[in-house]
C-alpha cells in the first residue's frame, strides 16, 4: 500500500474551494495519530498525483478512502506519525492554501510546554498580487477549516475556540473569507504531570542499594570479629 496517499489526498489538487477536518491524537514522546478529511470541489479523482507520493519517512498511512458527492471529492486518511518532525514534513505547500502549517513544541520552566501551529491562506508578502485578486473574485464558497488536538498534558492556556480540560481537547475553526493574506497560530501552554511513578521507583532503588550496603558491611564485621576470636584461640593453645 503507497504510504503516500494520504499526502497527496490532501494536497494534490488545490485550485477550487477546500473543506478541511483535522483531528490530531499526540503523544508525550512527540508521536501521534491523525485523521484528515478533504473535501474538495473538482471533476475527477487525481489518483496519479496521490500515488506519486510513494514514501515519506515517519509517516504509516492506515486506511484511507476516495468518494464523490456531486461536484465534490471528499479524501478520508488516516495514519501514524512517528515525530513531530515527520507530521511537518508532510506538508509540501501547493498554491497559497497553507492548512497543514508547521507544528513547534517546545519545553518552557516549570514543566510546561508551548504548543504552536501557524497555517496561512494568500500571499503573506503581497497583498497586491493580481494572480490572487483573480482567484478571490471568482471565488464563491469560502469553506471551514477546523483542528482538533489531543493532548496527553494539562492544559493550561490557549486560544482555542473550544477547550475541554478535563478531556484535554481542544479545538479551532477558522473561515477562509476571513483568512485571506493572514497567518494564524493555535497556541497551547500545557504542564507535564509529575513523575510520581519514577520517584518511587528511585526510592525503591535507592532502599534496595542502601538494604545491600548494609547487608556487606554487617557480614564483613561479622567476618573480622570470627577472625580475631578464631586468632585469640589459636593464641591460647599455643601458649606452654
Known amino acids: 500500500m503507497k504510504r ?5 489526498a490532501i494536497l494534490v489538487i488545490l485550485c477550487g474551494c477546500v473543506h478541511y477536518d483535522e483531528e490530531l491524537w499526540l503523544n508525550r514522546d512527540g508521536s501521534g495519530k491523525a485523521k484528515i478529511v478533504v473535501i474538495h470541489k473538482s471533476n475527477y479523482e487525481n489518483s496519479e498525483d496521490i500515488l506519486r507520493k510513494d514514501e515519506l519517512k515517519g509517516i504509516h498511512l492506515q486506511d484511507y478512502s476516495i468518494k464523490r458527492n456531486g461536484p465534490y471529492v471528499i479524501y478520508t486518511i488516516r495514519f501514524r506519525f512517528d515525530s513531530i518532525e515527520a507530521f511537518n514534513n508532510v506538508n509540501d505547500q501547493v498554491e497559497n492554501k497553507d492548512f497543514w502549517g508547521r507544528i513547534t513544541l517546545n519545553k518552557e520552566k516549570g514543566r510546561r510546554i508551548s504548543f ?19 482567484i478571490r473574485q471568482q471565488t464563491t464558497e469560502y469553506p471551514k477549516w477546523n483542528y482538533r488536538l489531543h493532548l496527553p498534558w494539562k492544559v493550561v492556556s490557549t486560544n482555542g475556540t473550544f477547550v475541554d480540560k478535563s478531556k484535554r481537547v481542544l479545538s479551532w475553526t477558522y473561515d477562509t473569507q476571513k483568512l485571506w493574506n493572514r497567518t494564524e497560530v493555535m497556541t497551547v501552554e500545557v ?40 586468632h585469640q584461640n589459636e593464641n591460647k593453645h599455643s601458649q606452654p
Open 4 to 8: 503516500m496517499i494520504l499526502l497527496s
Open 116 to 134: 504552536k501551529r501557524s497555517i496561512s491562506l494568500g500571499d503573506q508578502q503581497d497583498d497586491d498580487d493580481l494572480l490572487e485578486a483573480i
Open 191 to 230: 504542564q507535564k504531570g509529575f513523575p510520581w511513578l519514577i520517584l518511587i521507583l528511585g526510592i525503591i532503588i535507592l532502599s534496595l542499594l542502601l538494604a545491600l550496603l548494609f547487608w556487606l558491611l554487617k557480614i564483613a564485621r561479622k567476618s573480622h570479629l570470627l577472625d580475631w576470636l578464631h
